[in-house]
């Protein structure tokens, strides 16, 4: 599992250190990774919150976008996983 944002590098260490993360967490600073999956902004300026379930063939199996509910999309992710290991 992997994550990404565009928060900077140290922000992720200091995220993933808060949290004990067992996943690592990339830095899309430049925004690349947020343009080719075509991630919104909500109204216009503040970064759009999506996850993307992504299976081992590279094939996108689920999205859940909800800028206001973080924790609606660790619930999700783990929802979509289990079903999909079954």
Not at 49 to 70: A, C, E, L, W
């Amino acid at each position: 599992m992997v994550g990404i944002s565009s928060d900077s590098v140290e922000a992720h260490q200091k995220f993933i250190k808060n949290h004990n993360l067992p996943f690592m967490l990339l830095a899309d600073v430049d925004g690349k990774v947020r343009k080719k999956y075509n991630v919104p902004k909500t109204l216009g300026l503040i970064p759009g919150r999506v996850t993307y379930i992504i299976d081992k063939q590279g094939k996108i199996i689920h999205i859940f976008n909800s800028q206001f509910n973080p924790q609606k999309h660790v619930l999700e992710a783990i929802s979509v996983i289990k079903s999909v290991s079954k």
